[in-house]
């Protein structure tokens, strides 16, 4: 049973992470879909950020949740969030609609990491503990490999709504399989809320109509009048606009009052609440604000966004106020002492770093494929990207069945220097290296590096705190990664350009290299080459972060109490 459960939210894990990488490939049509050109991408910005800010700000609270509540409920709460989310997205018609469903299904895919890991602590002593752990980070990462073949698939035979249709089906069928599962192993039974479920059911078809406006009921002189707004423009203020808001109130209220309600509102208000609520609001703004600053920029013209100094300084003040409340609060979000032990903060940030540096791959891997060989196919671009990606669960694997036999920090350590040479290979990569089959070598070599370190790092934060805070723990883990990948990506860059246009200020002028013409094949091919210098800079940026990386994991090898207790 146990293992059952744990291979459901495995794969829950692995699916929504497949979403997650989805999204890039499918954003351009998404954006048409909304009204919004491939020109206007700046404005399309909070179809990706409305999920990692959904993803990140709320982690730490639904991680101290599933330490006061338990692990399942949490994972069918997360996937029944990812699944309205994902319906939201679908019947989205405009930017605040689409904005909102992503970031629902961003809070909801948060949740599912931290409480897998701290179910697989629950499930399995220290001595046994990382191979488990090696799986869900594997699965994870082959999520990022099958995402993009998913979306691929999908967008060559029908449109970009049926990828979270997709995502509504399979998340649903998995939260009822989990919520079946746990449920038996508890020993619950009851039929469910039938008045609730007629709502939701009525709500959701009113909502289907609403988006997709049948030509045969719009025409229609008797209920075209349902299409009608009657108020402004807007489709919420037409009659069945106003029906599916309605009918999304009266199921609140049917939550809020029933005796076994369909989703029992009260009981996670009063859960959210013990695992204090105004310390996670505190916590989320400091969090927003940084996923604010550095995911709405341009990584081609700034380190932050244009309002990113004042996300900055409201995240600063919400940190200090957290700070503060962490010191006064009977039952603070993060219990005192929770990740004082070295090994605990030593992960989160060795995590931190590891973000920070894998973002590289992820970004400008396919970037200096477009520059170099695959100037006309962003698909084949991509796919150069995937022999990296491929290499990350195997590494995941092997780095969880290694820490049974090595020190954790000796691995993790070993790993971040595996992805720290592959990173400095491919930064003497030049214009034809990837044409060679040895451009394989140091794309294998970094992903294995990495899927290496992930393993002894999730191991040694839980193995050096107790259990009743893995749950905020695993999300410490989890967000100072996200955290790093954002701020990587932005600092990177911004050193990349430097280069670039240091090389580009040395070039000669276009008149003298194409005798007077505007352009030529041989200005396009210098420019390229800076282009190519650019991509260096940054590779060699993010081997020093990963030869870092590998240094913080040398923290991890300090024992503490909770892993003796259970080696």
Known sequence: MTRRLLALAAFAVCFTAADTYVIVLALPDIMHG?????????QGAPIVSGFLLGYVAMLPLIGRIADLRGRPPVLVAGLVLFAVGSFVTALSYGMPTIVTGRLIQGVGAGALVPATMALVADLYPVSRRAVPLGLVSAA??????LGPLLGAAILAVTDWRMIFALNLVVAAALALSLRRLSGRSEGRRGFPDLIGLALLALTAGAAVLLTLKPAGLV?????????????????WTTPLGLMVLAGLLLFLLRCLTARRPLVDLRRWGRDAWAADLPGAVLLAIALGGVVLAFSTTDPKVEVVSPLGAWYLAIAALSAVAFSVHLRRARNPLIPPGALLARPAWGGVLTSLLVGASLVAALVDIPLFARTTVYDDSQLLAALVLVRFLVALPVGAVAGGWLVRRQPPALVAAAGMLLAAAGFAWMSTW??????????????????????????????????ATPQEVHGVASAATVV???????VGISVLTAIGLRRYYAEQADLPTVQSVCH???????????????GIAQEHTVFLGAAVVAVLAAGTA?????PTRYGQRHG
Not at 34 to 42: F, I, K, N, R
Not at 519 to 527: G, K, M, N, P, S
Not at 554 to 558: E, G, I, K, R, T
């Open 34 to 42: 909304v009204g919004l050109s491939v020109d206007e991408l700046q």
């Open 140 to 145: 994870q990462e082959l999520g990022a490999v």
């Open 219 to 235: 025409r229609d002189l008797t209920w075209g009048e349902l299409y009608v707004p009657r108020v402004g423009l807007s489709d």
């Open 430 to 463: 030049d214009v034809d290296s990837l044409r060679s089959a040895t451009a394989t070598i140091p794309l294998v070599l970094g992903g294995f590096g990495f899927g290496l370190a992930l393993a002894p790092i999730n191991h040694s934060v839980l193995a």
């Open 480 to 486: 100072a990664r996200m955290i790093g990948m954002l």
């Open 516 to 530: 007077g013409s505007s352009r030529c094949d041989a200005f396009t091919d210098l420019l390229r080459d800076a």
């Open 554 to 558: 040398l923290l991890l090898a300090s």
